[in-house]
């Protein structure tokens, strides 16, 4: 069944004002499947699409769901920034080919159902969690158009991003307790060589959180996409194909960590990080480093890493936002 409905969405706080702004959801069903999408604004240009490859099929047709906390809502009002759930599976490559055609076939549903050409070009954020996190960098990987902006891969990460394209890294502090090959050392040893060799490869760990569920504070996975769109993208996304930049070899800020555990909050008798370090590319000390896009960003990871904490509102990390209807 196909069903829409708009919404009225008010745009305050970090925005500064109050706009009224008509948002649009709806089910497309592709391969006999339905695909939720959401668009804050039908009046703005779409700047930036997610691909949330779930497995939970339980997200349908809400923005509270489709957005699961108010750090990424802020980003999708920022940017005006398409959402949409793919229903994930455990896939192979070759099924993975035939996913990732049946969603460019529907982003180009999309467009020309609401004559907004840009969603067929826009750059693609793809995330996944646990099996489906390598569905998502399986998936980034079929593009050949240049036009995946990001992945962000939540609690098993072994695949690479494609070539030269930024991957979130996001460990949580009990996924050992589910994989004893999920632990941040792990994780760091395969990440960490890849940031050396030029590849922009963050992580991050979520204090406490168990394996298998997204935690609802997403601030830092908001903010490394925010800066990742800021820095990235062209100041107008353009209704005709063209090619994101290579990320490869973009020196920005590095960030040091090493693993440990803690009984204490927010920890919760799990992994945490310690001895973080930031600083600005070159790195000329021994210890095994991620690839942070920005002071913005590594001045984020390292209060998250050190504290648990995200920073509070009033820093020099929060998400700001354009004036009002821009």
Aim: hydrophobic residues 40%.
């Amino acid at each position: 069944m196909i069903f829409r409905f708009a919404l009225s969405l008010t745009l305050a706080g970090c925005f500064g004002a109050t706009v009224q702004a008509a948002s649009w959801e709806q089910v497309i069903t592709v391969g006999g499947l339905g695909r939720e999408v959401f668009i804050p604004d039908t009046s703005r240009p779409v700047k930036a699409v997610l691909i949330s490859n779930w497995k939970d099929p339980n997200a349908s047709g809400r923005p509270d769901i489709l957005y699961p906390s108010e750090d990424m809502r802020a980003l999708g009002r920022k940017w005006n920034m398409m959402q949409m759930h793919w229903l994930g599976r455990h896939e192979t490559d070759a099924s993975l080919t035939t996913e990732y055609n049946a969603l460019v076939t529907t982003l180009n549903q999309v467009a020309t159902l609401l004559g907004k050409p840009e969603i067929a070009v826009t750059p693609i954020f793809i995330q996944g969690l646990s099996g489906t996190a390598n569905n998502a960098a399986t998936m980034a990987k079929k593009d050949t158009t240049g036009r995946i902006a990001g992945v962000i891969q939540h609690h098993f990460s072994f695949q690479s991003a494609p070539d030269g394209v930024p991957c979130l890294y996001v460990v949580g502090g009990l996924d050992n307790t589910v994989y004893n090959d999920i632990t941040l050392q792990q994780q760091l040893d395969r990440v960490a060589p890849r940031a050396a060799n030029g590849d922009p490869v963050t992580l991050y760990l979520e204090p406490g959180q168990f394996h298998d569920t997204a935690a609802l504070d997403q601030k830092f996975p908001a903010l490394w996409m925010d800066e990742i769109i800021t820095l990235r993208f062209p100041s107008s996304i353009p209704t005709t194909s063209f090619r994101l930049p290579s990320w490869k070899n973009y020196h920005a800020w590095i960030g040091c960590t090493d693993a440990s555990s803690d009984s204490a909050m927010p920890w919760n008798r799990g992994m945490r990080g310690i001895n973080n370090y930031i600083q600005a590319h070159p790195y000329s000390g021994g210890r095994p480093y991620i690839w942070l896009p920005s002071q913005r960003v590594a001045e984020a990871w390292k209060i998250f890493m050190d504290t648990g904490v995200f920073p509070t509102s009033g820093t020099s990390v929060t998400l700001t936002a354009p004036a009002a209807g821009t």
